[in-house]
T-cell receptor, first 110, second 114 residues
Framework: SQQGEEDPQALSIQEGENATMNCSYKTSINNLQWYRQNSGRGLVHLILIRSNEREKHSGRLRVTLDTSKKSSSLLITASRAADTASYFCATANRDDKIIFGKGTRLHILP | AAGVIQSPRHLIKEKRETATLKCYPIPRHDTVYWYQQGPGQDPQFLISFYEKMQSDKGSIPDRFSAQQFSDYHSELNMSSLELGDSALYFC?????????????FGQGTRLTVV
């Protein structure tokens, strides 16, 4: 079954604004991870949130997890041009298989 | 700090040829994952290994095989290549097999089948 469905699929915002991306999943998870990928490049791990955590911060990133709704959100505050990239959520289930969603393409406008 | 190393970074092969992709995990990481990412697609899980044994299998074609060696590096072997195999292939490693293990990804191997 498909895990980690991101929405929106594409997002364009002005530099300095906040960007919010959402992710929904279907099965029970051990943790949820967010990754960033610049066009055609490698996947960079941003943040991991455990299934017993509700919110986590890292610099300008804020991640929330609602296991009752099987959803997570990634908030990037005070966006910068360098934040332009694709963002994927990935869920690790009880077998520790990490499954990626389709990603949100974020474009920061100058 | 050492990261996950993949080689080669780029590979061009003809249809029906064979390709071997290599992955060197971060030292002391004993779990390796392989992913395939087609153009504009999300990464698709292929296969994983823990302590040199296959631990999970995803949407990996029968033409592909993989193994993890005694030094924990892994190789993905792809035979009878098809045009549709053109993709970015990522390897990731993590320490151990348990809850909340963070996976670290390599830069990927871009395979082009012509």
């Amino acid at each position: 079954s498909q895990q980690g469905e991101e929405d929106p699929q594409a997002l364009s915002i002005q530099e300095g604004e906040n960007a919010t991306m959402n992710c929904s999943y279907k099965t029970s998870i051990n943790n949820l991870q967010w990754y960033r990928q610049n066009s055609g490049r490698g996947l960079v791990h941003l943040i991991l949130i455990r299934s017993n955590e509700r919110e986590k911060h890292s610099g300008r990133l804020r991640v929330t997890l609602d296991t009752s709704k099987k959803s997570s959100s990634l908030l990037i505050t005070a966006s910068r041009a360098a934040d332009t990239a694709s963002y994927f959520c990935a869920t690790a289930n009880r077998d520790d298989k990490i499954i990626f969603g389709k990603g949100t393409r974020l474009h920061i406008l100058p | 700090a050492a990261g996950v190393i993949q080689s080669p970074r780029h590979l061009i092969k003809e249809k029906r040829e064979t390709a071997t992709l290599k992955c060197y995990p971060i030292p002391r990481h004993d779990t390796v994952y392989w992913y395939q990412q087609g153009p504009g697609q999300d990464p698709q899980f292929l296969i994983s290994f823990y302590e040199k044994m296959q631990s999970d299998k995803g949407s990996i074609p029968d033409r592909f095989s993989a193994q993890q060696f005694s030094d924990y590096h892994s190789e993905l072997n792809m035979s009878s290549l098809e045009l549709g195999d053109s993709a970015l292939y990522f390897c990731a490693s993590s320490p151990g097999w348990g809850v909340n293990t963070e996976a670290f990804f390599g830069q990927g191997t871009r395979l082009t089948v012509v």
